[in-house]
């Protein structure tokens, strides 16, 4: 069963900032962060343990809350080069190294 | 260090005609997994392999459809009599098998997009 992604899509303009949510009906191990550009492979962002961790890449971050198998992405004054679909794979404590991917958040950011 | 190389990146195949997609994963990996992903969609698991092993084809369609990665060369997923359904982009990643962590996970190569006529 896939994680489930919101909002679907999103609306921006530069400078403004966004939050992606996964959710997942299965105890988590780690999600996994990527985001893809039109016509091209999906590229890893960041990785987030069972733990409740949050960590960081320039200015995108990301939560994961173990308890609630969520995990959020949150996007703070977007540029033009964050437009993409975003993916949240996650990794179920018994899935061996297998992702299951979400349906994707599609984020345009607007001059 | 090379990444997840894929070819070719297009194909273009008739109705009834098979389908050879290609996948070297990067180096130092020994696990590649393929994804389907139509138009605007997700990515779709489809097979997970290891060197002359399969791990897991939950994904796969029962029929037509089949993956290997032999112990030399790359990984091949193989789509016979394609159908129009079978148009979409195909995925490969790779990744180490130590067990998805903080230190790896799965990387993606360029995606064979294939149409089928």
């Known amino acids: 069963q896939q994680p489930v992604q919101s909002p679907q899509a999103v609306i921006l303009r530069e400078g403004e900032d966004a939050v992606i949510n996964c959710s997942s009906s299965?105890?988590?191990?780690?999600v996994h962060w990527y985001r893809q550009k039109h016509g091209e492979a999906p590229v890893f962002l960041m990785i987030?343990?069972?733990?409740?961790e949050q960590k960081g890449h320039e200015k995108i971050s990301a939560s994961f809350n173990e308890k609630k198998q969520q995990s959020s992405l949150y996007l703070t004054a977007s540029q033009l080069s964050y437009s993409g679909t975003y993916f949240c794979?996650?990794?179920?404590?018994?899935?061996?190294?297998?992702?299951?991917f979400g349906g994707g958040t599609r984020l345009m950011v607007k001059p | 260090n090379a990444g997840v190389m894929q070819n070719p990146r297009h194909l273009v195949r008739r109705r009834g005609q098979e389908a050879r997609l290609r996948c070297s994963p990067m180096?130092?990996?020994?696990?590649v997994y393929w994804y389907r992903q139509l138009p605007e969609e997700g990515l779709k698991f489809m097979v997970y392999?290891?060197?002359?092993?399969?791990?897991?084809e939950s994904g796969m369609p029962k029929e037509r459809f089949s993956a290997e990665f032999p112990k030399e060369g790359p990984s091949i997923l193989r789509i016979q009599q394609v159908v129009r359904g079978d148009s979409a982009a195909y995925f490969c990643?790779?990744?180490?098998?130590?067990?998805?962590?903080?230190?790896?996970?799965?990387?993606f190569g360029p995606g064979t997009r294939l149409t089928v006529l």
């Open positions: 990643a790779s990744g180490p098998g130590l067990g998805l962590s903080s230190t790896d996970t799965q990387y």
């Open positions: 299965k105890a988590l191990y780690s």
């Open positions: 987030l343990l069972k733990g409740g």
């Open positions: 794979g996650t990794e179920a404590n018994n899935a061996g190294n297998m992702l299951t």
């Open positions: 180096k130092g990996h020994s696990h």
């Open positions: 392999l290891q060197k002359e092993n399969i791990i897991d």
